[in-house]
């Protein structure tokens, strides 16, 4: 089997079908609704087969589980690049503002809601979103324990209560966003909102105050 940048053929022919059946499902979630939307339909749009769905995905719901893979893929990746002389404040304040931006500029309002409406409905996917052993929650517990072992942050809270603090109300940011339908600026109103709530967890004015 000849190889095309490292992968056989066969590979980069499976990598594409699953790209193109993860791209069509969501896409037609986000124009006919989840429940509107069969497996059936989305191999027919895809131009694959049926049992090539299911060769790639257990499930519809499985689509919604790669996504969240793929958002924590991009997290990780900004994570990494952060320089390392920024406070805790900077980094997750930054992590927070790419959530946003991805969320809003890349992804797209329709798509978060078909996410947040399945995860909703269905108990047993959802448990992998809110594993505490998912990179996103990895991620900000660093922050958090960088921001309490340099006194920027308060220390009476453990690093693990903070951390599921501050991943709720980043879920419950893009929630309301989709409650608002797209309605107010997210990385703008999503900026101000953590300088906020930052403020009680450290003592420095954040960019954004209650004072402005």
Not at 115 to 142: A, F, G, P
Not at 178 to 183: E, K, M, Q, S, V
Not at 194 to 204: A, D, I, Y
């Amino acid at each position: 089997m000849k190889q095309q940048n490292g992968l056989t053929l066969r590979k980069k022919r499976a990598l594409e079908t699953h790209k193109r059946l993860f791209e069509t499902s969501l896409k037609l979630f986000a124009e006919k609704g989840y429940d509107m939307v069969s497996v059936d339909e989305i191999v027919t749009q895809a131009g694959t087969s049926k049992g090539a769905f299911y060769t790639h995905f257990k499930s519809k719901d499985q689509v919604i589980i790669e996504q969240f893979k793929q958002f924590d893929e991009y997290y990780v990746k900004i994570y990494q690049n952060y320089p390392p002389e920024w406070t805790a404040t900077e980094k997750l304040l930054t992590l927070i503002k790419e959530q946003h931006r991805l969320c809003a500029q890349i992804v797209g309002l329709d798509t978060i809601k078909v996410v947040y409406y399945s995860l909703i409905r269905n108990n047993q996917e959802k448990k992998s979103i809110i594993d505490e052993e998912r990179e996103l929650y990895t991620i900000v517990h660093q922050i958090m324990e960088q921001g309490q072992k340099s006194g920027e942050f308060r220390d009476d809270i453990s690093a693990s209560e903070l951390t599921r603090d501050i991943v709720r109300c980043m879920r419950g940011m893009l929630y309301d966003w989709c409650l608002y339908d797209g309605a107010f600026d997210l990385v703008e109103e999503g900026q101000k909102f953590f300088s906020r709530m930052l403020e009680g967890l450290q003592k420095k004015k954040l960019p954004y105050s209650t004072n402005d």
